[in-house]
């Protein structure tokens, strides 16, 4: 008789509330991924929400305009932060859980964003002068740069020769 047929009862048992434990562990594992990913969604929702009502009439205008008020661009610059962190969160920080996140909303939501001139232009400043968002700055200057470049066939910041823009949204893309 093989060894494996002479396994008592309780060991048969045993391995089964093992697989049955291990199974549950599994589920609760996914059931809590899936429900991280809906609070964080939520969160920049309601982030981005408070924002809203402060961001400028002036947004979809060709530029920033030249006399507006430093509160409105602040309100501008706050929103291309709050649209950074729900890029560094889902693709940087938790990139594992929360990936398909940045590719089922976040891609969207901020290519279209970059269809307004003074929000792209807003961006551009952000990401070319300074260091607004860090070592991660030139990895978000790129990837605002390829969407750009997919959607609307031009640089972040209008200028095809732009050393910032150029070779590093070729890398992205």
């Known amino acids: 008789m093989p060894p494996w047929l002479a ?3 309780a060991d048969w048992l045993a391995v089964v509330v093992s697989l049955a434990a291990f ?3 599994v589920m609760s594992h996914v059931k809590s991924s899936a429900a991280a990913r809906a609070q964080v969604f939520l969160e920049f929702r ?3 929400s408070e ?3 402060s961001i400028p009439a002036w947004y979809n205008a060709a530029a920033i305009p030249s006399d507006a008020p430093a509160a409105e661009i602040r309100a501008v610059e706050r929103y291309w932060q709050n649209a950074f962190d729900e890029w560094f969160v889902t693709t940087r920080l938790e990139r594992w859980h929360l990936r398909k996140l940045w590719g089922r909303f976040y891609k969207g939501t901020l290519t279209l964003a970059l269809s307004n001139r003074a929000l792209r232009q807003a961006a551009a400043n952000l990401t070319h002068a300074g260091a607004e968002f860090g070592e ?3 990895d978000f200057r790129a990837v605002l740069d390829g969407l750009c470049r997919a959607a609307y066939g031009e640089t972040l910041c209008g200028n095809e020769s732009c050393p910032k823009c150029g070779a590093r949204a070729k890398r992205w893309l």
């Open 51 to 53: 924002l809203k009502a």
């Open 23 to 25: 199974l549950v562990a």
């Open 7 to 9: 396994t008592s009862t």
């Open 136 to 138: 991660h700055q030139d």
């Open 46 to 48: 309601k982030r981005f």
